[in-house]
């Protein structure tokens, strides 16, 4: 069993950055990977980044490249989601997720977190 705790969300100005962290506990180990997702009302999950704990690659959604940044923190066991010049469209709730490998698709994770709101005004 994996718990993943997110935090950092809140009410932001476009243009303006947020930082999420999701902190994993438990038994760790077999998840090799993490990922951020991200869900509108009325829309499907969707993918934002995701990453190795060894950092050997990532992976980005388009609609994110060049402004998000996922990183880890592997003495903290946190992964983190830099979200700069952030706009409305980017409004949702961000959960985060560990898996085996780094994927787009979520069915391909094992662990949740709750979910934390990010909240982008005009």
């Known amino acids: 069993q994996v718990q993943l705790v997110e935090s950092g969300g809140g009410l932001v100005q476009a243009g303006g950055s947020l930082r999420l962290s999701c902190a994993a506990s438990g038994r760790t180990f077999r998840s090799r990977a993490m990922g951020w997702f991200r869900q509108a009302p009325g829309k499907e999950r969707e993918f934002v980044a995701a990453?190795?704990?060894?950092?050997?690659?990532?992976l980005y959604a388009d609609s994110v490249k060049g402004r998000f940044t996922i990183s880890v923190d592997n003495a903290k066991n946190t992964v983190y989601l830099q979200m700069n010049s952030l706009s409305p469209e980017d409004t949702a709730v961000y959960y985060c997720?560990?898996?085996?490998?780094?994927?787009?698709?979520?069915?391909?994770?094992?662990?949740w977190g709750q979910g934390t709101q990010v909240t982008v005004s005009s």
């Open positions: 990453i190795n704990w060894s950092e050997s690659g990532t």
């Open positions: 997720a560990a898996g085996r490998a780094p994927r787009s698709i979520a069915g391909q994770y094992d662990y």
